[in-house]
């Protein structure tokens, strides 16, 4: 246990409750007025262990929001969950600030009263999947950052913490103070009735104008929020590097065919429907889509030169497969604008030769992936040449170095795209908004900044590999920051690259999962599940799909007791087909699939395996059971 009392800061969230409309107001702001809302359920997390180590240390917790005065609500809540005070902050300027201008201002207050011991973020947030604002707050403070934690030990003035990545944890020692984001499936989370909420009254309530006085930060004894808030001050859109441009609908082109009737006919009939759609067409069932959907090449380009403009791309700590993928797309937007491109790779995590191939005409190799370290190396780096745009995986570590580096250049932070596009020398990205629809971002930043969904890039086909010009950055160990156990996860390519995937809802209890590998193994396919599957812990974290988890685009989808909540569906948006079971017909799913079948899943399932097995025939099916 900790040997003096914590000063615990916890910065919370108002979100729409469920889906929203994504629209934009006549401002050009993501319309949410009229919604009904709530406490963000990572932020609930956040609350629960503010109160619980203040509580345990004899300390005290503190909840900050920014938003509209409606907003007083989750702080109310907070309160009544324990929180010892609350600070609202809310004015009409910041409406529409995006990532960076939001981390300033809740910087700003969260250290108005001097710096916390601790300052705790929710990992996400169900209606912009940023999972940034943490990483910046700590990169303007001059903080460590770790996250998301599962669990959470105070020890001196260290904190032992598990962090939970994609497909594996690490433990982990961090100095205070310190920022943490937290996990959902780390505690239980705050929820208060709301005949228990305290008044509106006792919150203390900032607006702008209240920041800019003297405050202490971690960096210097005595600074100012305004040094924090960048230059001028400015908020909300006017003060914001990265805008949403326009909101488009996502192209509804499922028509359903929904079947009714005993097990075997719906299976008989469904398997008829998918045949007819040629879902089976080249479809290799071991090898999924890297071997049975070629396509384009990768955009060939010359040696880079200095003058010409340069795309920058992290190769961290990731799937091969994502980082082929995403150089492939690097490659066709520097081809665009006769750019070349540069391949940041961490130790040897990449063959340099193979990075050639898939894209890169130059490659820095990083002493250390260090996340903060590692940043400052690059900042240093890039303040040399001014690349042009910088991408990464939508991954914590890719996430953790952008936002670090969106700072730094007060460029911002495109987060979770799902496509890219030049429009002059301007970035823009796609991102699911909610109320099935896509939102447009563009950056006004320098340099461009963002990360990419990889699992929804095409795969391209390799070019001639070269030998590139390679260069080797020394990177420092970060002193705030100790890690034990590290290893590499194995499970992202998998699911991101499957031909076939079985998303799986809380319909199908875990006790009865393997009353799935019959099919799963026929079809060579991976699982996947909703976020409430794995927040109950019932398959890893790195099988959730969703708009704050991962995003597939293989040829079948089949859906599994998956009730039809649209930031599921958001991840799946681009299968080919989607197949889905349930029994209720009244289910949302059977509004948005291809294919679906009115029935339970354990009795359909051992016709569809019979009816898929004459389908596929005996092709390699030896091979396909062994090496599952």
Not at 70 to 83: F, H, I, M, T
Not at 471 to 477: E, G, I, K, W, Y
Request: overall charge negative; proline content about 7%; some cysteine.
């Amino acid at each position: 246990m900790t040997g003096h009392p914590l000063r615990v800061t916890a910065l919370v969230k108002q979100v729409p409750k469920g889906d929203h409309s994504g629209r934009l107001d006549a401002d050009g702001r993501l319309e949410r007025s009229g919604a009904v809302a709530e406490m963000n359920p990572w932020c609930r997390r956040a609350v629960a262990q503010a109160v619980r180590l203040a509580g345990e240390s004899g300390g005290s917790s503190t909840v900050v929001t920014m938003g509209p005065p409606a907003a007083v609500d989750v702080l109310r809540e907070a309160l009544a969950w324990g929180a010892t005070s609350a600070i609202q902050l809310s004015d009409p300027v910041l409406a529409g600030s995006d990532c960076l201008v939001t981390a300033r201002a809740l910087a700003a207050t969260a250290v108005l009263d001097g710096t916390p011991d601790l300052i705790l973020v929710g990992a996400s947030s169900v209606d912009g999947s940023t999972g940034a604002v943490g990483a910046m707050i700590a990169e303007l403070l001059g903080l460590p950052y770790i996250g998301p934690a599962l669990q959470l030990e105070p020890v001196g003035t260290v904190f032992h913490a598990t962090v939970q990545h994609d497909d594996w944890t690490e433990s982990v020692e961090v100095e205070l103070p310190a920022v943490v984001a937290v996990a959902e499936r780390s505690c239980d989370p705050c929820k208060a009735p709301a005949d228990s909420w305290p008044p509106a009254s006792v919150v203390r309530r900032l607006t702008t104008t209240d920041l800019l006085q003297p405050v202490s930060t971690a960096s210097t004894a005595e600074g100012r929020a305004d040094e924090l808030l960048g230059a001028g001050g400015r908020w909300g859109l006017q003060g914001s590097p990265t805008k949403v441009a326009g909101v488009r609908p996502l192209a509804l082109s499922r028509e359903p065919v929904i079947f009714r009737g005993t097990p075997q006919v719906q299976a008989a009939r469904a398997v008829a429907e998918l045949l007819a759609r040629g879902c089976f067409d080249e479809l290799d069932l071991q090898h999924g889509l890297e071997d049975a959907v070629p396509a384009e090449p990768v955009s060939n380009n010359s040696w880079p030169l200095p003058q010409r403009p340069e795309v920058v791309v992290l190769v961290g700590p990731g799937p091969d497969l994502g980082v082929r993928a995403l150089l492939g797309e690097a490659a066709v937007l520097a081809a665009g604008s006769d750019a070349t491109v540069t391949a940041i790779r961490t130790g040897e995590s990449a063959d340099a030769r193979e990075l050639s191939s898939w894209g890169a005409d130059a490659v820095l190799t990083l002493r250390s992936d260090e996340p903060r370290p590692a940043a400052a190396a690059l900042g240093r780096w890039m303040a040399t040449r001014s690349p042009w745009i910088v991408l990464g995986a939508a991954s914590r570590w890719d996430r953790e170095v952008l936002a670090r580096l969106g700072v730094s250049f007060g460029a911002g932070l495109m987060s979770d795209l799902v496509s890219l596009s030049v429009d002059g020398i301007r970035l823009t990205g796609l991102k699911p908004s909610g109320g099935g629809t896509l939102a447009e971002i563009v950056s006004h930043g320098s340099p461009q900044i963002a990360t990419v969904r990889t699992g929804l890039l095409p795969l391209r086909s390799p070019r001639a590999s070269a030998q590139l010009p390679h260069a080797v950055l020394a990177v420092d160990p970060d002193p705030g920051i100790r890690r034990t156990d590290r290893r590499t996860g194995g499970e992202g390519d998998a699911l991101d690259r499957a031909g076939v995937v079985i998303g799986v809802g809380r319909g199908v209890d875990p006790s009865q999962y393997a009353g799935l590998e019959p099919l799963r193994v026929l079809l060579g396919a991976e699982l996947a599940a909703t976020r409430k599957v794995t927040d109950q812990g019932w398959l890893p974290h790195g099988r959730q799909v969703g708009i704050t988890g991962r995003s597939v685009s293989p040829r079948i989808y089949l859906a599994v007791g998956v009730s039809g909540n649209q930031n599921h569906l958001a991840g799946a948006s681009r299968a080919g087909t989607v197949v889905a079971i349930n029994s209720d017909p009244a289910a949302p799913i059977f509004a948005h699939c291809d294919v679906g079948l009115v029935a339970d899943w354990q009795e359909v399932m051992p016709h569809l395996v019979e009816q898929l097995g004459l389908v596929t025939g005996p092709r390699d099916r030896e091979r396909r059971v062994t090496s599952v």
